[in-house]
């Protein structure tokens, strides 16, 4: 699944193409993703200026005077910007199309969304969303509250939308590893130093991350076809019984929250 750096990758890749373009079509090839396509409102940003495109958790929003296209790439999701001309592929759902370009949504598992909102109104997907990892809104003062009275799994706590949003699977792993937190700790036992250092160091993960270009996961690729190269600096996601390459203990994994967390023992030891 694309996580929030890929998405933040594909928002700039995408951006440099689209950003002070006009809308020309909107070409809808499948009328339900996650959630049935609004084809109605999407065909009225026809004739539209494209004015910037943002991110919000880990949807992209494309925004125009008179409207927004809100856009999830889901568990297998992806955007090209290509040649109008190009041959469509299997799992091609819609095209943004500027001029002789288009912006194209390729998704075989079809679990993401293409949505509408109108300018200056929140659309229900972003209401009970936290604040974003990489601003100011997520400090150790607003995670200590999060996780004082909470007894769940540090670990799922952080990747709790509602908390803060886009850590996922793969920078939970990663945080938790280079702070020193076992991932099962409950997340009301986690020291408050512990937790100062994680919020530090899940900014400066997800940085790293988005830098070097997003993660490479077989369903995600950047928008020049490129694939990322943060997997190249794991420390222990996907990396279950291998040794830990700080200490070289085997690492171990479990299954929280229907999510693999691999840890090592002696680097993150139980509370």
Known sequence: MPELPEVEVSRMGVSEHLTGKTITDIVVRTPKLRWDIPQQQLQSL???TILRISRRAKYLVIETAIGHIIIHLGMSGSL???AASTALKKHDHVDVCIGDKVLRLNDPRRFGAVLFSEPDTEHSVFAKLGP????DAFNSEHLMVMCNKRKAAIKQVIMDNPVV???GNIYANESLFLTGIHPQTPANQVPVEKLMALVVVIKQVLAAAIKQGGTTLKDFSQTDGKPGYFAQSLYVYGRGGEKCLRCETVLEEVKLGQRA????PVCQPKQ
């Open 80 to 82: 090209r910007v290509i």
């Open 165 to 167: 949003v886009g850590v």
């Open 46 to 48: 026809i004739g539209q």
């Open 132 to 135: 974003e990892p990489l601003t």
């Open 261 to 264: 967390s691999v840890f090592c």
